[in-house]
């Protein structure tokens, strides 16, 4: 079955690393054939599928005034690949792939939708905004399904006229060798990034955005440092390095800059992750966050903000806290790293059997497997 996936970019995102992770599940599959057509110019995650040997085309869409030219080459694209079903990410891919694929005559399209809370209708460009309000007008009678990844990006996108029937949630899918307390963490790692010896480690992974809200994450930690002065704050992500200028003056402000660690974009979380005592989420929106996920895989005891369905992945395993609350988190990361080793051990071992059992990356694999087998004997 040949699946030729249209996404809007190839650099290191939610929807960007899901696709990753799918297509590399099939990457000794001889049934699924995955093809990839980013809009714009390739990005981390495209080159990775290209080292895979996997099919990536970019129609290095840098502006608006080549999408003519664009669509052109999207078209001709499909016409040669001759694919069985497309399946979109985001909404400039789901409107811009649903239009050529119709003018094909093409009917066996899939959408993915990650956006949820505040980011729907509110912290998207307008192009964004625009592609999402037509998608929930043609999303009736265009695509076979839409996928979301989370239930509260669902309801979102219903309050906004798309079409109910069609909605299959799908969320992310964890590897659980990749990330496995169990891999090696040497001293070295330690020392490479200036953490001192017996403090407590709160750590972060994102961008540095306003929806990650990181100011929220500073004024937590001002709190917590009043009342002990052992902990450090380890934030890893694009944007988080010491040439933010705007993230460093807000934690020299705050008094709290020596207690942090920027260490900006890796290509080891899953190595780095194991450095922390305490993992903290602390958006103000997400979809179905990946990070908290990944940190739950690696048995790292988690806080997050009710943002998105962090909810549903920590179950009753994490402290679940109110968005934009300093005083309520930094109150929940302080009695997780104040629990007995023989509590944390059980939080690791319940959190990484709760992946497991609910969002191993072979269980979602599982669904979309069987979600193209419907798709593909349907009329």
Not at 30 to 55: A, F, M, T, W
Not at 60 to 73: A, C, G, Y
Request: net charge positive.
């Amino acid at each position: 079955m040949k699946v030729l996936h249209i996404i809007t970019s190839s650099e290191t995102g939610g929807a960007e690393i899901a696709l990753e992770k799918l297509i590399k599940f099939h990457i000794s599959s001889s049934k699924y054939i995955h093809n990839v057509v980013c809009l714009k110019p390739l990005g981390d995650v495209g080159d990775r599928l290209i080292s895979e040997g996997v099919k990536v085309t970019s129609l290095n869409l840098k502006s608006f005034l080549f999408l003519p030219l664009s669509f052109f080459k999207l078209l001709l694209l499909i016409k040669n690949q001759k694919p069985d079903l497309i399946q979109t990410w985001l909404y400039h891919s789901d409107l811009i792939g649903s239009l050529a694929a119709l003018l094909l005559g093409f009917k066996k399209i899939i959408w993915n939708i990650r956006s949820s809370d505040a980011l729907l209708g509110k912290g998207l460009s307008i192009s964004g905004y625009l592609s999402m309000r037509l998608c929930s007008l043609i999303s009736h009678s265009v695509p076979h399904t839409i996928i979301s990844v989370a239930e509260r990006a669902k309801e979102q996108h219903l309050k906004q006229g798309y079409c109910e029937r069609k909605f299959k949630v799908i969320q992310n899918g964890f590897s659980l060798e990749k990330f496995n307390p169990l891999l090696d963490v040497t001293k070295h790692s330690r020392e490479r990034i200036d953490l001192i010896e017996g403090f407590k480690i709160v750590g972060s992974i994102g961008r540095y955005n306003e929806y990650k809200d990181y100011q929220t994450l500073i004024a937590a930690s001002k709190i917590m440092l009043s009342k002990r002065k052992d902990i450090l704050f380890v934030l890893i992500g694009e944007g988080l390095e010491d040439g933010n200028k705007e993230l460093k003056e807000l934690l020299i402000n705050q008094g709290v800059f020596n207690n942090f660690r920027l260490l900006g974009k890796r290509n080891n979380i899953n190595e780095l992750i194991l450095l922390f005592d305490v993992f903290c989420l602390h958006s103000i929106s997400e979809g179905f966050p990946n990070v908290l996920g990944e940190a739950m895989s690696s048995g790292i005891p988690c806080v997050s903000t009710d943002a998105g369905d962090a909810g549903i992945l920590l179950g009753d395993v994490g402290r679940l806290v109110e968005v934009g609350q300093p005083k309520q988190l930094s109150k929940a990361l302080l009695e997780v790293l104040d629990l007995p080793s023989e509590k944390i051990q059980e939080i690791s071992k319940l959190g990484r059997e709760r992946i497991k059992s609910r969002f191993s990356i072979n269980k979602i694999v599982k669904k979309y497997e069987e979600l193209y087998e419907e798709i593909s004997i349907s009329k």
